[in-house]
C-alpha cells in the first residue's frame, strides 16, 4: 500500500501527470495573453501538448564532438530537478508531500537545477552560439539568484520557519504582499530571470546568439529542457503566490493567485524589450539586492526591538 | 483481438503522432540568394496581423529546432553548399517549402553565372509558393498545402538533388 501511495506520488500527484498537465497550460497561458496583449490571436490551447508529442516524435541529432552521457543525462535531470522541487511547495493548494524544516533552501536549490543544467549542455555542445547563450545564463543566474533568494527569505524571517508549508500557513493570516512590496516585486521579477521570460532572455536571444545553449537540442532533449521549464514556472509561480499572496488554501485560491501573477508576468513580457547581459546584472546587483537587503534588515531590526 | 492489439496501438500512437505534427511547424527560415522581397513577405506572415501562431507555427532560429525549411530566392553558387548544410541539419522528418518565383525556376537570375538554378535541384522540395513576391495569405496557404499532404499521408516528393558537376559553368 506504501508502494502504491508513493507511485501515485511520483507518477500521478504532485509529481508526473498533474505536474506535466499545469506545466502546459500555464504555458499556454502565458502564450495565450503575451499574443492577446499583442493584438494576435494567439496559441490554441492543446499548443504545448502538441509540441511536446511532435517533439517526442522526432530524431534526436547527437553532434559528433560531445560527450554522450552528459547530452543525453542533462535534460532529464533539468525535468528531474524541477519535478522534484515541486514535492515541497502547497501545489493545488494542498499541503506539500513532503516537508521538513529548511526545505525552502532545497526548493530553491533545485529550481535552479535545470538553469545549471542548461549551462552545462551549452558548454558541453561547444557550438560557439551554445557557449556564449551558457555563459549568459550562468551570468544571469549569480545576478537573480541571490536577491530571489533573499526576496523569499523576508517571508520566512517574519513567520520565524524556513518550512514552505509553515510560511504558508503564517501567510494566510497575513498578506505579506502589503507589508513586503518590494520583496514581492524583487521576487517576481527574480522569477522571470530566472525563467528566462523576455526582459531577461539574453541567454536565449534568437536575434543575437540562435537559440543560445540548447542550439544543438532537437527532439526528446529539447522537449525535456522546455517541460522543465515550464514546470519551473508552475513551482515558481506557486512558491511566490504562497508566500506573498496570502497562502493558498484550496485548488481556487491557488488557480485565481498564480493566474493573477501570471498576467502580471505576461504585461511586463509585453512592456519592456530584452535587456543586455550587462544590464541585467546591474540591475540586479545595483538595485534589486540593494533593496531587499535593506527590507531584510528593516525586518530583522522590527523583530528584535518588537518581540 | 489480442493479435490486433498491437497494431491498433501504432494505429491510434501513429495518429497522435501526425495530428501532434499537423498542429505544430517551427520552421527556420534560409535565404538562398533571394532580393529580400520574398524574406520581407514572409515576416510579414509572422506579424500580428496574419499570426501564423494560431496555426501552431513557429519561427526558430536553429534549423536543430524546426520541422520546415523556408527557402527563399534561386540557389547561388554559394549558398548551395550551405542550404545542404542546413537542410542535413535538421532532424527527420523535415519538410521544405519553397517561396517565390527564383526558389522554383530561377526566375529573372535563371542563367547569371553566379546562380546554379532552382531550389529542388539541390534538396527535396515538399511545397512550391510562386509569386514574385507572394503574398502572406498565399504563403500561409502553402503551409495548409503541406498541412493536407501531410495529413493524407502522401509520400513524400521524390525529387532527388542533382549532382554538383552537373550544375552549369
Known sequence: ?307 | MTANSPQLWQQVIDKVRTWARLNSIWAVHFNSGSCNGCDIEILATLTPRYDVERLGVKLYGSPRHADVLIVTGPVTRQARERLIRTYEQMPEPKFVVSVGSCSISGGVFDGCYNVGGSVDEVIPVDVYIPGCPPRPEAIIDGIIQLLKDLQGGKPRSAVRPNVAAELPS
Request: aromatic share 12%; proline share 6%; with cysteine.
Open chain 1, 1 to 307: 500500500m506504501n508502494t502504491l501511495a508513493s507511485f501515485f506520488t511520483i507518477l500521478i500527484y504532485p509529481a508526473g501527470l498533474t505536474l506535466v498537465l499545469l506545466g502546459m497550460f500555464y504555458e499556454w497561458l502565458d502564450r495565450k495573453l503575451v499574443a492577446r496583449f499583442q493584438n494576435r490571436v494567439g496559441p490554441r490551447w492543446f499548443q504545448p501538448f502538441a509540441d511536446a508529442v511532435k517533439l517526442l516524435a522526432k530524431e534526436q541529432i547527437r553532434p559528433g564532438i560531445v560527450n554522450p552521457y552528459l547530452f543525453f543525462g542533462l535534460p532529464v535531470a533539468a525535468l528531474a530537478g524541477a519535478s522534484t522541487a515541486a514535492l515541497y511547495v502547497p501545489l493545488l493548494g494542498f499541503a506539500p508531500p513532503s516537508s521538513f524544516s529548511g526545505d525552502l533552501i532545497v526548493t530553491l536549490y533545485l529550481l535552479s537545477l535545470p538553469t545549471m543544467c542548461v549551462g552545462l549542455a551549452g558548454w558541453n555542445t561547444t557550438s560557439r552560439f551554445s557557449v556564449i547563450g551558457a555563459t549568459r545564463s550562468l551570468t544571469q543566474l549569480f545576478a537573480y539568484e541571490a536577491p530571489f533568494l533573499l526576496a523569499l527569505l523576508g517571508p520566512a524571517l517574519v513567520a520565524g520557519s524556513w518550512q514552505i508549508s509553515e510560511v504558508n500557513e503564517f501567510a494566510q493570516t497575513h498578506w505579506l504582499i502589503l507589508t513586503q512590496p518590494v520583496g514581492f516585486l524583487v521576487a517576481l521579477i527574480g522569477l522571470m530571470g530566472k525563467l528566462e521570460l523576455p526582459p531577461f532572455d539574453a541567454p536565449e536571444a534568437e536575434t543575437e546568439i540562435v537559440a543560445g545553449a540548447l542550439t544543438e537540442y532537437s527532439g526528446r532533449g529539447l522537449m525535456m529542457f522546455k517541460l522543465g521549464k515550464s514546470i519551473e514556472l508552475v513551482v515558481g509561480l506557486t512558491l511566490v503566490s504562497a508566500f506573498y499572496l496570502g497562502g493558498l488554501t484550496g485548488i481556487g485560491s491557488f488557480l485565481i493567485k498564480s493566474i493573477a501573477l501570471l498576467v502580471l508576468m505576461a504585461v511586463m513580457q509585453t512592456l519592456f524589450t530584452r535587456f543586455r547581459i550587462d544590464q541585467t546584472v546591474g540591475l540586479w546587483w545595483r538595485f534589486g539586492a540593494i533593496v531587499v537587503l535593506m527590507q531584510i534588515v528593516a525586518i530583522i531590526l522590527w523583530k528584535g526591538y518588537m518581540p
